[in-house]
């Protein structure tokens, strides 16, 4: 079956400093990848995603390319910002469509000091 | 346009009691996907409606139950509740089931 695996947390951070959140994933066939982040007291955004190999999605700074190769999907962004801070998910969807609904990975805090 | 709107915010029952969690969908969007997210955990897909029929089920059990409506909105049942489904219900809506999907700011259940 699917599976998603991202790096543990909490992950803490100085302002400006350079993020990256791994994540690799386990799908048949070809996936839909997804970052997604969660504020406190709030629901699911979406971040970026991207629908096939070597696909780069981007979004307010931060972006992450399908390695079909390695079978990842890597959070980055270049300098952080104390409003980074939140709860970041890795998720995956199946090409065959959205009846599967979306595999999570179990999320990454991400801390931004100051 | 309203996003996605889920009630109520927080609910408390007690072990083997039944409890309704409410979705209303944005507009223009005819299919609705339910998530268990348990405390420190990622979202687990529980199950899938469009226009109104199931189409997809994750690994939960029949006590797990939904309906959809005619205008789109959704009710989440579940029977029999143990200390385990406590957790954060998360609603999504989406234009149809091949597309970004929305959420809402879920329903947290506690079950004592």
């Known amino acids: 079956g699917n599976s998603v695996t991202q790096m543990e947390g909490p992950v803490t951070l100085s302002e400006e400093a350079f993020l990256t959140i791994n994540c690799t994933y386990t799908a048949t066939g070809y996936p839909s990848l997804f970052w997604y982040v969660q504020y406190p007291g709030e629901g699911l955004q979406l971040l970026l995603k991207?629908?096939?190999?070597?696909d780069k999605g981007s979004n307010k700074g931060f972006e992450a390319t399908y390695r079909k190769e390695t079978t990842s999907f890597h959070l980055e962004k270049g300098s952080v910002q104390v409003s980074d801070s939140a709860v970041y998910f890795c998720?995956?969807?199946?090409?065959?469509?959205?009846?599967?609904?979306?595999?999570f990975g179990k999320g990454t805090h991400l801390i931004i000091q100051p | 346009e309203t996003g996605v709107t889920q009630s109520p915010t927080h609910l408390i029952k007690t072990r083997g009691q039944q409890v309704t969690l409410r979705c209303s969908s944005q507009s223009g969007h005819n299919t609705v996907s339910w998530y268990q997210q348990a405390l420190g955990q990622g979202p687990q897909f529980i199950f899938q409606y469009y226009r109104e029929e199931e189409n997809g089920r994750g690994n939960f059990p029949p006590r797990f139950s939904g309906l959809q409506f005619p205008n789109y909105s959704s009710e989440l049942n579940v029977n029999a509740l143990e200390l385990d489904d406590s957790a954060l219900y998360l609603c999504?809506?989406?234009?149809?089931?091949?597309?970004?999907?929305?959420f809402g700011p879920g329903t947290r259940l506690t079950v004592l």
């Open positions: 998720a995956l969807r199946n090409s065959g469509g959205g009846a599967d609904g979306l595999t």
């Open positions: 991207a629908t096939k190999a070597d």
């Open positions: 999504a809506s989406s234009l149809d089931a091949y597309n970004e999907q929305f």
